[in-house]
């Protein structure tokens, strides 16, 4: 008789032991030092590189990027919010590029300019005949660099949009740097050329 009192006994306290083993298992234990440093070192990190983009971006875009918001992570960078040109919409993200730390950049960037078309099929038009004019302008700035600068030019990465041009690579010298800058420069069409180039 005590033997059957005692299985029920033991039966009737099983579930509730279950249950209180599973409530454990799903409480988060709590995080070591190492790991609460390796979180807090990561965050100062990442807004390291957030203030690092937003000076270059200061630096080389000046009042426009005044409206762009910088978000880092892990070296992944967002760039969020309105600018006034579509060439700094553009340009932000290779200024960003150049960035020690920058791993990926999304760009979330809108340009506040109005289009002169008011129909979506002329807003697609005129994009498309500036994604030509802008592409045209890099091929002669390629063309000119080549023409001056030789083999060097094959490192550089030439973007243009509304006649701004950044030159982005790596140079083995300060005087091919200067003479890339100014061919740059005076290629027409050229309006404006950011320096994104560095030296050995």
Do not use: W
């Not at 983009?53 to 960078?77: F, N, P, S, Y």
């Not at 109005?114 to 802008?134: C, F, I, M, Q, Y």
Request: net charge negative.
């Amino acid at each position: 008789m005590r033997t059957f009192a005692s299985r029920i006994l033991l039966l009737s306290a099983l579930p509730a032991a279950l249950f209180c083993g599973a409530c454990a298992s799903t409480v988060p234990t709590p995080r070591s030092e190492a790991e609460k440093e390796a979180i807090q070192q990561q965050e100062v990190s990442d807004a390291r590189l957030e203030k690092d983009v937003r000076l270059a971006l200061l630096d080389k875009l000046g009042q426009d990027a005044l409206g762009v918001t910088v978000d880092a992570h892990r070296g992944r960078v967002s760039l969020i919010g309105a600018v006034e040109k579509r060439s700094t919409q553009e340009l932000a993200e290779e200024v960003a590029k150049t960035v020690p730390g920058v791993v990926s950049i999304d760009n979330h960037l809108f340009a506040r300019e109005g289009e002169p078309e008011s129909t979506k099929v002329g807003r697609a038009v005129g994009h498309a005949e500036r994604e030509v004019d802008d592409a045209a302008l890099e091929m002669r700035v390629g063309k000119n660099l080549l023409e001056e600068i030789g083999r060097y030019a094959l490192d550089l990465e030439v973007e243009a949009s509304d006649g701004v041009v950044s030159l982005r690579g790596m140079l083995p010298d300060a005087e091919r740097k200067s003479l890339a800058l100014k061919v740059a420069r005076e290629t027409a069409g050229v309006k404006q050329v950011v320096d994104l180039l560095q030296v050995r």
